[in-house]
């Protein structure tokens, strides 16, 4: 069974930058269109970063041109850089495979990591 883990998460103000990271056991990332995900309490959690394997990212409004989203194939991971963070990016984020692609995230999902941005 493949296992998603992200970490990097954490308190950081606004303004500031936090970098996550996901690797996956059992499962070469590099072969799938990958995606970051996003949930708050309510609220349906939310694709916010996608990269396809030839490595083209497309990002969602909210997160445009603060976030970037990379491969590391050696490492067999996907990296979340955040820069310029509001509060309305506190939230669990997730990775899983891209919903775009695949109509729907296709892996178990992990237990993500909090990003809290206050101050």
């Known amino acids: 069974q493949v296992q998603v883990v992200e970490s990097g998460g954490d308190l950081v103000q606004p303004g500031g930058s936090l970098s996550l990271s996901c690797t996956a056991s059992?499962?070469?990332?590099?072969?799938?269109?990958m995606g970051w995900y996003r949930q708050t309490p309510g609220k349906q959690r939310e694709l916010v970063a996608r990269?396809?394997?030839?490595?083209?990212?497309t990002y969602a409004d909210s997160v445009k041109g603060r976030f970037t989203m990379s491969r590391d194939n050696a490492k067999n991971t996907v990296t979340l850089q955040m820069n310029s963070l509001k509060r309305e990016d506190t939230a669990v984020y997730y990775c899983n495979t891209d919903a775009m692609t695949y109509r729907t995230p296709t892996l178990y999902w992990g237990q993500g990591t909090q990003v809290t941005v206050s101050s």
């Open positions: 990269i396809t394997t030839d490595g083209s990212t």
């Open positions: 059992g499962m070469i990332l590099s072969f799938y269109a």
